[in-house]
Structures are given as structure tokens and as C-alpha cells.
């Protein structure tokens, strides 16, 4: 009865006490991983990003504790699971300081993972300069954040990896608000003309509704880009 009233956070709790820190750190930060993203939906960000920095360093831990990379034949490298790992943890913390205006903190972090890209997939690294850049607008650098999306689109765009086409959209949609602060209102609209059409073109939908109602999450956030440039620009004429 007591496990039939339990509820997620109950759960993720008690997951937390009974999950070894020492023996199985990747394990451990996954439940901390798990923990801040409910506590961020539950309207305690502070909490969160605590949460967060835990699973970062839980990651790191398990990340030195196994070979970094493997040889895959070409030249070709790609991380262990916890290095992965790792770098998404980092990045998940990236956005959560983010989300929560702390933008110094956020691209101190960034510039750590930017350094740790080696072996990552594309939509992954391309992730990690989008979140760099973030930082490095809302600290009033757009033009810098411009330079490191740039490499962001070049990356994606020479990959065939489906996990890339999301993180594009979202590529398009934070150049267009770093357009916005150079108030460069033409480049702002055509890069979220280019996300809308790739969001339209990836559902296989014929109209743009059906294809908002088919990726309803990605819609909402060119929706509200959107909305800051059609405010951007009614400042501007006035």
C-alpha cells in the first residue's frame, strides 16, 4: 500500500538514499539528474540547480574512472557512456543556470564544456556551442554569441544524425534572438523562417499547423521567438 501511494518525488527520494554515490557515481548522478528536473517543474529552482551540480560532479567521477574514448577504425574516436554522460550533465547544468538568469555562471560552465567536445555527436556539440552562445548574449555579447552558432549550424548541417534536426531548430531560433540584440530584424526573420521550414519539411506535414501540433514543444519555442521579435520590432518604430 505504502509503495501504491509513492509518489515521483517520493520515489526519486528514496532512489537517491538506497543509490551508492561511491560504487555507482553515474548511477547516482542520473537520480540527481532526475530529482532537479522535478524539482524545476515544481517551481524550486534553487533546489534544482543544486541538484544539478551534483550530477555533474557525479559524472565527472565516473567519467575518470573509465577510458575516455575508444578507437573505432578512420580515426574515428567516440566517448564511453559516462564521458557522454558527462558532457550532458554539464549541459543540463548550463541550462539550468540559464533558465534562472544566472548567465556568468552559465558561461563559465559552457567554456568548460566547450572544451570537452571530443568524441560527442553532433547534435551534442552543436548543443553545447548553442548553450555557450546563450550565455554569451544574455551577457550582451550577440555578436560573439553569432560567431559561435555559426560553427553550431556548420556542424549540423553536415550531418544525417535525426537527433540533429531538433537542435538546428533551436540553433535558428537563439541566432534569431541574437539577431534581435543587434537589431538586425531581416536576419532574425530568416533564420526563423529556415527553423519553421525545417520543423514543416521534418513532420511531413502539408500544412504548418499539422506540423506544430506533430512537435508541439519546438513550435512553442519559435512561438515565443516570434513574439520577442514582433515586439523587438514595434520598439524599434516607435
Known amino acids: 500500500d505504502l509503495e501504491e501511494s509513492e509518489g515521483p518525488e517520493d520515489l526519486l527520494l528514496r532512489m537517491l538514499v538506497h543509490t551508492d554515490e561511491e560504487s555507482d557515481p553515474a548511477a547516482s548522478g542520473a537520480v540527481h539528474a532526475a530529482y532537479a528536473r522535478l524539482l524545476e517543474s515544481t517551481a524550486r529552482p534553487d533546489a534544482a540547480i543544486n541538484h544539478y551540480r551534483r550530477a555533474r560532479e557525479l559524472a565527472a567521477t565516473a567519467a575518470t574512472s573509465t577510458p575516455q574514448t575508444r578507437q573505432l577504425g578512420d580515426g574515428i574516436l567516440q566517448l564511453g557512456l559516462e564521458s557522454a554522460t558527462f558532457a550532458e550533465a554539464r549541459l543540463q547544468l548550463v541550462q539550468a543556470y540559464l533558465a534562472h538568469g544566472l548567465a556568468s555562471e552559465a558561461d563559465r560552465e559552457a567554456q568548460k564544456l566547450l572544451e570537452e567536445l571530443v568524441g560527442l555527436s553532433p547534435a551534442h556539440i552543436a548543443a553545447a556551442y548553442r548553450v555557450a552562445a546563450q550565455a554569451r548574449r544574455e551577457l550582451g555579447e550577440p555578436a560573439a554569441a553569432l560567431r559561435l552558432l555559426r560553427f553550431a549550424r556548420w556542424r549540423l548541417e553536415r550531418t544525417s544524425d535525426p537527433a540533429g534536426t531538433d ?10 534572438e541574437a539577431y534581435l540584440s543587434l537589431r538586425k530584424f531581416q536576419e532574425a526573420n530568416a533564420a526563423l523562417q529556415d527553423a519553421w521550414r525545417i520543423l514543416q519539411s521534418s513532420t511531413g506535414a502539408s500544412k504548418p499547423a499539422d506540423a506544430e501540433a506533430a512537435r508541439p514543444e519546438i513550435s ?19
Open 167 to 176: 537542435e538546428h531548430m533551436l540553433v535558428l531560433g537563439e541566432a534569431a
Open 220 to 238: 512553442s519555442t519559435l512561438r515565443c521567438m516570434l513574439g520577442d521579435m514582433a515586439s523587438a520590432d514595434r520598439k524599434s518604430v516607435v
